[in-house]
């Protein structure tokens, strides 16, 4: 590999992230929001979204791609605030208990995910991500029909009127911002919700010291070659299902994470757009398919949410409808995903031709230039 | 008895559970008051409105570029030249076809270009053709607004500028197809032979492409691609020219359901459009890289059928609506059935 890294070759590879600084930075002006605001924003974001975010890595170490089947972990955790929320149990022990109460669900949701993503080896994102569509309805189906009929919900206050079902929106007043609030420190104008942040710093930890592990390493030989692990005894469908599985448990705690910081929930709404935001956020950090490490999570986040921040206002300003800013940042989420991805699968392509010519080239002429990478 | 077995793995199990839900709901239907003529009127009524957008995804499949996840870059240019010919006060049969006309253009462009970029990014197509799809939405969700449209009929009445989200055809192009010759018996039942007939049309003329000379060379290279390029047919033509004609049925069968639904819809309308075709297409019998004109067509009438059925019947005997759950597990569980699938033919 040579060592020059030409003005080209930089932006193609950060391509991403210079596009949205940018865009970011063009768009604060016309927003007429005060940095202060913009900062305190972030900061709450990055609490709230990191945890999320990070649940990404493992499936993407496993050669998994990105996991948008992380969305069955935040159902998990929905059910388990609707039950701590239906025992009224309150402040950080209701966070816990709803973590208790979810994990197992998250385990077994993740299995599932597991052996279906390992049947459809080598279209595991668009199978994930219609998985989580499908499980949408098994979600509603158990929370709409079954809970407070056949499972036993009492509290009036989260129930339909009709006596069975969970109402559209849920107050998490008995939660709300728990975690956040029990080491807020004040630095001049900043509040920063500590307690979250040594959470998510617990995780990061916890994935450094995961790599190093053998089921660690054996995931990477996964990603890297199924054919050559399998050759070398790791058991290959075993570890892509713990890779999932841990994956969905991490997405079941960020999503209790996010949702106490937020204060309520749409019961039927707030899992939808979790994998949205995290798959946008890692990979506007710079993050592809097949990479990704604890910076792309931080720069993802900060990038993505910075570019949230700004844009619905900056729509108002400069078109005068803040419906557009609105449908901005969706184009943009999905654009992103759309743009890494398709730079991704094009260098990957690139990158196998090239080597081949130098193969090619190698046995014609030795003194060719262009050997692989 | 070894013959039936392979008749029901070939069929493959989802598709014979959903045929006899179907058949159970009809029988169930008088049982709870629901009139079968009317729901037999819904069901051909709804196969017409959305065959076209099933048979669309036909020649993407036939090309090895698999699922259209990004239908709905046809539907914009469908929404696109609708929108046109209101705006040029075109109506009747010639609003109609106007706007198929219209739409055109926009569908070979938005065609050939997303054909390009699914040329760069073969074996990850359909994921990022899903995104593509989104992105596009929704940055036609900003043009909606922004475009300089007139027509009173479209434009919100207070700022007299930016589309509406629904947008009625009543004095333009309804029923257009529907009406042409259509079938009355009693009060609840109608045939819209139009809409059938024009959906027959295409399915024929599709049927009779596949089996022409660039039908046939697309088939070869969605089967085996260096086959194909040994054979000499460019793989990246012939893929370009599956995508745009998918893209040109897209936009075709957005026109056709609008006729038939009475509105224009607008905005993140198109977005689950695509996914309702494809679990269409999978529950007739297709696979990821295998479509026949069969598989659209009983696939439609089946996916069509039980949408219409399911809440009716279950809403009149459970009191409840279950419809959008049932919805949304057999459309999403077809297609991970299809999905997980071994493929037969070794890529």
Same mark, same amino acid.
């Given at each position: 590999?040579?060592? =020059?890294?030409?003005?080209?070759?930089?932006?193609?590879?950060?391509?991403?992230?210079?596009?949205?600084?940018?865009?970011?930075?063009?768009?604060?002006?016309?927003?007429?929001?005060?940095?202060?605001?913009?900062?305190?924003?972030?900061?709450?974001?990055?609490?709230?979204?990191?945890? %999320?975010?990070?649940?990404?890595?493992?499936?993407?170490?496993?050669?998994?791609?990105?996991?948008? @089947?992380?969305?069955? @972990?935040?159902?998990?955790?929905?059910?388990?605030?609707?039950?701590?929320?239906?025992?009224?149990?309150?402040?950080?022990?209701?966070?816990?208990?709803?973590?208790?109460?979810?994990?197992?669900?998250?385990?077994?949701?993740?299995?599932?995910? @597991?052996?279906?993503?390992?049947?459809?080896?080598?279209?595991?994102?668009?199978? @994930?991500?219609?998985?989580?569509?499908?499980?949408?309805?098994?979600?509603?189906?158990?929370?709409?029909?079954?809970?407070?009929?056949?499972?036993?919900?009492?509290?009036?206050?989260?129930?339909?009127?009709?006596?069975?079902?969970? $109402?559209?929106?849920?107050?998490?007043?008995?939660?709300?911002?728990?975690?956040?609030?029990?080491?807020?420190?004040?630095?001049? +104008?900043?509040?920063?919700?500590?307690?979250?942040?040594?959470?998510?710093?617990?995780?990061?930890?916890?994935?450094?010291? /995961?790599?190093?592990?053998?089921?660690?390493?054996?995931?990477?030989?996964?990603?890297?070659?199924?054919?050559?692990?399998?050759?070398?005894?790791?058991?290959?469908?075993?570890?892509?299902?713990?890779?999932?599985?841990?994956?969905?448990?991490?997405?079941?705690?960020?999503?209790?994470? /996010?949702?106490?910081?937020?204060?309520?929930?749409?019961?039927?709404?707030?899992?939808?757009?979790?994998?949205?935001?995290?798959?946008?956020?890692?990979?506007?950090?710079?993050?592809?398919?097949? =990479?990704?490490?604890?910076?792309?999570?931080?720069?993802?986040?900060?990038?993505?949410?910075?570019?949230?921040?700004?844009?619905?206002?900056?729509?108002?300003?400069?078109?005068?409808?803040?419906?557009?800013?609105?449908?901005?940042?969706?184009?943009?989420?999905?654009?992103?995903?759309?743009?890494? %991805?398709?730079?991704?699968?094009?260098?990957?392509?690139?990158?196998?031709?090239?080597?081949?010519?130098?193969?090619?080239?190698?046995?014609?002429?030795?003194?060719?230039?262009?050997?692989?990478? | 008895?070894?013959?039936?077995?392979?008749?029901?793995?070939?069929?493959?199990?989802?598709?014979?559970?959903?045929?006899?839900?179907?058949?159970?709901?009809?029988?169930?239907?008088? %049982?709870?008051?629901?009139?079968?003529?009317?729901? /037999?009127?819904?069901?051909?009524?709804?196969?017409?409105?959305?065959?076209?957008?099933?048979?669309?995804?036909?020649?993407?499949?036939?090309?090895?570029?698999?699922?259209?996840?990004?239908?709905?870059?046809?539907?914009?240019?469908?929404?696109?030249?609708?929108?046109?010919?209101?705006?040029?006060?075109?109506?009747?049969?010639?609003?109609?076809?106007?706007?198929?006309?219209?739409?055109?253009?926009?569908?070979?462009?938005?065609?050939?270009?997303?054909?390009?970029?699914?040329?760069?990014?073969?074996?990850?197509?359909?994921?990022?053709?899903?995104?593509?799809?989104?992105?596009?939405?929704?940055?036609?969700?900003?043009?909606?607004?922004?475009?300089?449209?007139?027509?009173?009929?479209?434009?919100?009445?207070?700022?007299? =500028?930016?589309?509406?989200?629904?947008?009625?055809?009543?004095?333009?192009?309804?029923?257009?197809?529907?009406?042409?010759?259509?079938?009355?018996?009693?009060?609840?039942?109608?045939? +819209?032979?139009?809409?059938?007939?024009?959906?027959?049309?295409?399915?024929?003329?599709?049927?009779?492409? %596949? $089996?022409? =000379?660039?039908?046939?060379?697309?088939?070869?290279?969605?089967?085996? +691609?260096?086959?194909?390029?040994?054979?000499?047919?460019?793989?990246?033509?012939?893929?370009?020219?599956?995508?745009?004609?998918?893209?040109?049925?897209?936009?075709?069968?957005?026109?056709?359901?609008?006729?038939?639904?009475?509105?224009?819809?607008?905005?993140?309308?198109?977005?689950?459009?695509?996914?309702?075709?494809?679990?269409?297409?999978?529950?007739?019998?297709?696979?990821?890289?295998?479509?026949?004109?069969?598989?659209?067509?009983?696939?439609?009438?089946?996916?069509?059928?039980?949408?219409?059925?399911?809440?009716?019947?279950?809403?009149?005997?459970?009191?409840?609506?279950?419809?959008?759950?049932?919805?949304?597990?057999?459309?999403?569980?077809?297609?991970?059935?299809?999905?997980?699938?071994?493929?037969?033919?070794?890529?």
């Amino acid at each position: 590999m040579s060592g =020059k890294m030409t003005f080209g070759r930089f932006f193609r590879e950060n391509a991403v992230i210079i596009i949205f600084i940018i865009i970011t930075l063009l768009a604060i002006q016309p927003s007429g929001l005060s940095l202060t605001y913009i900062v305190q924003e972030l900061i709450t974001r990055m609490g709230r979204n990191s945890f %999320l975010v990070l649940a990404l890595l493992l499936p993407i170490y496993a050669g998994m791609g990105l996991n948008f @089947g992380m969305t069955l @972990g935040a159902m998990a955790a929905q059910i388990g605030l609707i039950f701590a929320i239906n025992y009224n149990i309150t402040g950080t022990n209701g966070l816990v208990f709803a973590v208790l109460a979810s994990t197992p669900l998250a385990i077994f949701l993740g299995w599932i995910c @597991g052996i279906v993503l390992n049947m459809a080896k080598g279209r595991e994102m668009v199978t @994930g991500f219609i998985l989580a569509y499908f499980m949408d309805g098994v979600y509603q189906f158990f929370v709409l029909y079954l809970m407070g009929s056949a499972v036993p919900v009492k509290s009036p206050a989260i129930l339909l009127s009709r006596g069975y079902g969970i $109402r559209n929106t849920l107050n998490l007043d008995a939660v709300r911002q728990s975690l956040d609030n029990l080491l807020m420190v004040k630095v001049g +104008p900043f509040s920063i919700p500590v307690a979250a942040f040594l959470v998510v710093a617990a995780l990061c930890l916890f994935i450094v010291w /995961f790599k190093k592990t053998k089921l660690g390493q054996d995931m990477r030989a996964v990603g890297h070659d199924m054919h050559v692990a399998d050759s070398s005894g790791i058991p290959v469908n075993k570890t892509r299902i713990i890779a999932i599985i841990i994956s969905t448990v991490l997405a079941c705690v960020g999503q209790v994470i /996010f949702l106490q910081n937020m204060g309520n929930m749409a019961t039927y709404n707030a899992h939808t757009q979790t994998a949205f935001f995290a798959v946008a956020a890692i990979l506007v950090g710079g993050a592809s398919v097949k =990479k990704a490490s604890l910076a792309n999570v931080f720069i993802g986040v900060v990038l993505l949410h910075a570019l949230f921040i700004v844009t619905p206002n900056a729509g108002q300003k400069v078109f005068g409808q803040a419906q557009i800013g609105e449908y901005f940042r969706q184009f943009v989420g999905y654009g992103v995903i759309a743009l890494s %991805l398709v730079l991704y699968a094009w260098r990957s392509r690139q990158e196998a031709e090239h080597a081949r010519s130098g193969l090619r080239q190698n046995t014609t002429a030795p003194a060719a230039e262009g050997g692989a990478k | 008895m070894r013959s039936f077995k392979q008749i029901v793995t070939d069929f493959g199990w989802p598709r014979i559970i959903i045929f006899f839900f179907l058949v159970l709901l009809f029988f169930a239907a008088p %049982l709870v008051q629901v009139s079968v003529l009317a729901s /037999f009127s819904d069901v051909f009524n709804r196969f017409g409105q959305n065959a076209i957008f099933v048979l669309a995804l036909v020649p993407m499949i036939q090309s090895g570029c698999g699922l259209n996840f990004g239908l709905s870059l046809g539907i914009l240019a469908g929404l696109l030249g609708a929108t046109l010919s209101i705006q040029v006060g075109l109506s009747g049969a010639a609003g109609f076809f106007g706007a198929i006309v219209l739409a055109s253009p926009f569908a070979v462009l938005f065609g050939g270009a997303y054909g390009k970029l699914l040329n760069k990014v073969k074996g990850e197509e359909m994921t990022i053709a899903m995104y593509v799809g989104f992105a596009a939405v929704f940055f036609m969700s900003i043009m909606w607004l922004l475009l300089p449209y007139t027509a009173a009929d479209m434009v919100w009445g207070f700022a007299g =500028k930016g589309l509406r989200t629904t947008i009625s055809v009543e004095r333009y192009w309804l029923h257009i197809l529907n009406d042409f010759l259509a079938i009355r018996i009693g009060d609840s039942f109608i045939f +819209p032979t139009g809409e059938i007939l024009f959906v027959g049309a295409a399915a024929f003329f599709m049927w009779l492409f %596949l $089996r022409a =000379k660039t039908g046939t060379a697309m088939t070869a290279v969605g089967s085996n +691609p260096d086959y194909a390029r040994a054979g000499g047919i460019s793989v990246d033509k012939m893929r370009t020219i599956s995508v745009v004609i998918s893209t040109f049925l897209g936009a075709v069968g957005i026109i056709v359901y609008e006729q038939s639904f009475g509105f224009i819809q607008l905005y993140g309308a198109p977005m689950a459009m695509p996914f309702a075709a494809i679990a269409a297409i999978l529950i007739g019998g297709a696979s990821v890289n295998k479509a026949s004109m069969v598989n659209v067509l009983v696939g439609t009438f089946l996916f069509q059928g039980l949408l219409t059925m399911t809440p009716s019947v279950i809403n009149s005997a459970l009191n409840s609506d279950m419809s959008e759950v049932v919805r949304l597990i057999v459309s999403n569980g077809i297609i991970i059935y299809a999905l997980t699938r071994k493929t037969k033919v070794t890529k």
